[in-house]
Structure formats: C-alpha cells, structure tokens
C-alpha cells in the first residue's frame, strides 16, 4: 500500500514538473512556492542557531583523525547509493571504481574509517543519487522546495529520495526496512545517526563559509537557493573541471549593451 | 608563393605571441593578486588595517562596474542614468565591504595557479586551488579575467567548486527586485542597510 501511495506521488509529482518546465522561462529559477519556502527556511535557520551550529563547532573541536575517520566512513557507505545510480547512468567504470573502495575500504579499511583503497589505485570520485540520474535522464528539475530539517531541494530531487527510501538505498534498506535475509547487524537508529552524523560532518566542514555568506548577503534565501541549484547543475553534467558558470553567453548580454 | 607562405607563418607566430602574453599575463596577473592578498591576510595588521588594504585590492582588480551591471540582469534596461550612477556608486561600496568581510577570516590562504583556458580575446579562464590545510579543504577557485584591454586585466567572476559568485550575486539581486515589481528602490534600501551594519 505504502508503495502504490509514493508511485502515485512520484507520478503526480513528475506530471506537475513537466508542466512547470514547459512553462517556465528558459534559465529563471522555479520558485513555486517561495513564500512556504521563505518560512520554512526560516524554521530552519532557527533550528541550526539553536542545535546544528552548536553541536557542528562541537564537533570541530574532535581531533582531525577522528573528524577525517568519520568522514570517510560516512563516504563509504554513500558508495552503496552512488554505485547503482553510476550504473543507472552507464557509467560502468566509476561502478567498478566504487565497489572496488567498498569493498577494500570496508574491509582493509575497517568500516570505512580509513582509505586504503586510494593507495591500491581507487581514487575517490564523485557521489551520485537517483536525483541526478533523473537529472542525466534529462528529467527537469521542476519547483525549487524547502524542507523543515532537509533544506533545499527541487521535485526531482525529492523524487530521487523517494526511490531511495523505496528500495533504492541498501543501507537503507538493511536498517530501516529490516531486509534481515542478508544483513542481521543493524538497526533502525543506525540509519538515523548516520544521516545526522552526515548533516553535522557537512556543516562543521562549511561553518565559516557559511557565516560569511550569512554576513555578506542581502537576500540569504536566495544565495542559498542559487547556490544549490548550481551545484546540482554541476553534478548532474559532472563537471569537475568546467561548468556552466563558464559559459560566456550570459556576460556577452552585457557586451552586448 | 615563398611570400605568401612567410606571410601566413609570421601571422601564425604573432597570433601565437599575442595569445601567449594574454594567457601569461591572466596567471601571472592572478599569481600577484593571491600573494599580495595573502600577505596581508597573513601579516600583522588589524582586522580593519586589513580591509582597507583588501579594499584598495579589490578596487584595483576587479571591475565591479561590469559585475554590477552584470548582476542587475534583466533589469538593467528598466534603469535610468540617475539610477545608474546611484546604482554603480552602491555596488563599489557594497561590493568592496562583502568581499573584504569574507576574506578577512582566512589568515593563511594560499592560493596555487594550475592553470589557464584562454576563451577568446576578452576572457581568460584562470584555474587555481585554495590550498587545504587541517582545518579546510582544498578549495577549487576557478577566476574569470576579463582581457579586453591585456594591458589591464581585471576579473570578473570567481567561480568556487564550479559556483560562480557573479551567478549568486545576480540571482540575490533579482530575486528581491523580482518581489517587488522591478522597484530598485527596494534593492538600494536593501544595500544601504547592508551598508550601515
């Protein structure tokens, strides 16, 4: 049942993105819902004041080891998303890559901890999610959404996590969906502390950049909202080395006047 | 026909040369500005010794009348000149408090040159790395240096793991004029409370 109610959604909710993407001015940003969005982003402004950036510059202060162990545990088990969406997008060589650092990393690695597999020749590359590889598909981003707790996000986005949370993600699927016939060892809670031990790992990374752009902006939600869209912008095309802010097309109008 | 093939070989080495001198005057221009910038950051200076050193940077390298203009957008027609010149005298000082407030904080920066992308006669692509230390990673900083005179180079946008402030800037902008039918008396109130904090 609950199954039948999220392809519905997912449906719906792809529908509603064709639609506003016919409709949509070529390059302006889809912001549907700006004023939920605007309040929502608010929420959760409060919400890191009073518990993320404490507890992220908490976090600063472990020792880097420790900071640099987590956060290589937390990239190995993203591999287990970012193996099948490199598959999903004919990406066959990162599909080896990864799985081979799984593997040793996991094991060699203990847990993740540490990154043997770079040293063997399995360099690190770029994470992948269903949300880009609806993206590769060529699937529109569709309305810009702000999530309580979440942040930002787009409706192919949150049909990416969808699929994800519905068979997509095996750590998910062996935590919270206690698929039991292959993996007995984890709970429900491990899941949970390792999204917000991502979250805390993400921000205590990004403090100062944060509270500059906090300090420089006169519109905070929209830095945010661009910055987000471009940096998926940029996944989606896996552009490491040139991305679309180098076009000159957009400083050419102003050439041009 | 000898002529004519010295002709097109002289053509070609000074196409050459002059492509050349662009292409190392935007790194060698770009390798100047991160040492001068870092020294100051690392140096002994106040905090506010440092801003207005960073500012008179700032002033000299970047063309922030052509950012300006280029971060109104659509609505850089809807202005007239009175506004313009308001406008242009806003953004400098907007612009130079926003870029010396953020880059006040890194007191050991080190930025690397990489490499270049020579785009056509008016840009230059120069790619480089913030050097990542203990507490940071290695950044990427990609800078956009508008060539058109190569005599003085000036930069246009800075594009931080393929983010490009110029981008966020006029997306900022033209959001809050978005909200309010296109009023740049909207957008100057914002930037003048900007000013005073």
């Known amino acids: 049942m609950n199954r039948i109610i999220t392809t519905l959604l997912a449906l719906l909710l792809i529908q509603f993105m064709v639609v506003k993407k016919v409709y949509s001015e070529e390059g302006e940003v889809k912001d549907c819902f700006e004023k939920l969005n605007r309040a929502t982003f608010a929420l959760n402004m409060g919400l890191d004041k009073i518990i993320f950036k404490p507890i992220s510059k908490g976090y600063r202060k472990l020792p880097s080891p420790i900071r640099t162990g987590t956060g290589n545990a937390l990239n190995n088990l993203s591999n287990l998303i970012t193996i099948p969406n490199n598959i999903l997008q004919g990406d066959f060589g990162s599909a080896a890559n990864n799985s081979a650092r799984l593997l040793i990393n996991t094991t060699l690695g203990i847990a993740g901890i540490f990154d043997p597999a770079n040293s063997f020749g399995f360099e690190k590359r770029e994470k992948e999610d269903f949300g880009q590889t609806l993206g590769v598909m060529g699937v529109g981003e569709g309305c810009y959404l702000v999530l309580p707790v979440l942040g930002p996000t787009t409706v192919r986005d949150t049909i990416g996590s969808l699929v994800a949370m519905n068979g997509g993600d095996v750590w998910h699927n062996i935590t919270v969906r206690d698929d039991e016939e292959y993996v007995r060892e984890f709970k429900e809670s491990d899941y949970w502390v390792s999204r917000v031990a991502s979250g805390v790992d993400f921000r205590a990374k990004n403090l100062e950049a944060f509270d500059a752009m906090e300090k420089s902006s006169v519109d905070l939600y929209a830095t945010v909202r661009s910055l987000y869209l471009q940096d998926r912008k940029k996944k989606i095309n896996n552009s490491s080395d040139k991305t679309e802010a180098m076009d000159d097309g957009d400083w050419d109008t102003l050439e041009n006047q | ?197």
């Open chain 2, 1 to 197: 026909m000898r002529i004519l093939k010295n002709i097109v070989v002289s053509i070609l080495i000074l196409f050459f040369l002059i492509s050349n001198s662009w292409s190392k005057s935007a790194s060698e221009f770009i390798i100047s500005l991160s040492a001068e910038a870092s020294n100051i950051l690392s140096g002994k200076l106040s905090e506010d010794e440092k801003i207005v050193r960073l500012k008179e940077i700032g002033k000299k390298s970047v063309d922030i009348d052509g950012v300006g203009l280029y971060t109104l957008g659509k609505y850089r027609k809807t202005l007239n000149d009175s506004q313009k010149e308001q406008y242009k005298e806003l953004f400098e000082n907007y612009f130079l408090k926003s870029f010396s407030s953020r880059l006040v904080g890194y007191t050991d920066a080190k930025i690397a040159v990489l490499s270049e992308e020579i785009k056509n006669e008016k840009y230059t692509i120069v790619f480089s790395k913030l050097i990542g230390t203990s507490e940071r990673p290695e950044v990427k900083i990609d800078w956009r240096v508008y060539t058109k005179d190569p005599e003085n180079p000036l930069i246009r946008d800075l594009v931080i793991e393929g983010l490009s402030l110029a981008r966020t800037q006029k997306e900022e902008f033209n959001s809050i004029l978005a909200n309010n039918d296109g009023n740049i008396e909207v957008l100057f109130k914002n930037l003048n409370k900007f000013l005073e904090n």
